[in-house]
């Protein structure tokens, strides 16, 4: 019986696992470290960062959808950017983000951005010692080799394939 117990378990841990990567075919993830600069991503899919110091604008470019962004720790009142944008700032502001279709436009000291999906970020650093980004889905801190410096140039790094396998 205990035997039984076990396999069942296993199995329906396993089921959704199995899902969820047949969902997930042709994304792929775009992450920032300790970043200083500005950062801008157009993407749909899943976001969660935080800021040391300053602001980001959030505009839900699917507003009629279930999802909403959670934003955290915000100093300062929320301001209305353009027809659609929200604007958040102050220090240590969190955000959490999930299956929308967004653009986030992050100009900051400290930030920390770790994105699933499928788009484009533009990332430009403000000086030297900017920061890293990868779009290798590792952490920098532990494998430096697959990580980019912020460099003072805009650079357009894309990420995910929207191919669903």
């Known amino acids: 019986m205990r035997k039984s117990l076990v396999l069942l378990l296993l199995v329906c841990l396993a089921v959704p696992a199995v899902a969820l990567t047949a969902v997930r075919a042709g994304e792929g993830s775009f992450s920032v470290e300790a970043g200083r600069g500005k950062v801008?991503?157009?993407?749909?899919?899943?976001?969660?960062?935080?800021?040391?110091?300053?602001?980001?604008?959030?505009?839900?470019?699917?507003?009629?959808?279930?999802?909403?962004?959670?934003?955290?720790?915000?100093?300062?009142?929320v301001r209305?950017?353009?027809?659609?944008?929200?604007?958040?700032s102050g220090r240590n502001v969190r955000f959490r983000l999930g299956g929308g279709f967004y653009r986030l436009v992050i100009t900051a000291k400290g930030i920390d951005l770790s994105a699933v999906g499928v788009g484009t970020a533009l990332v430009q650093g403000d000086g030297d010692d900017s920061g890293l980004y990868t779009t290798e889905g590792a952490a920098c801190s532990s494998t430096p080799l697959a990580c980019k410096p912020l460099s003072d140039k805009l650079k357009v790094v894309k990420f995910g394939t929207g191919d669903r396998g």
Not at 80 to 88: F, M, N, P, R
Request: charged residues 20%.
């Open 40 to 77: 801008t991503l157009i993407a749909r899919g899943a976001f969660i960062g935080r800021i040391d110091r300053g602001s980001i604008v959030i505009t839900d470019l699917t507003p009629d959808d279930t999802f909403v962004p959670y934003v955290f720790g915000d100093d300062n009142p």
């Open 80 to 88: 209305l950017v353009g027809d659609a944008g929200v604007q958040y």
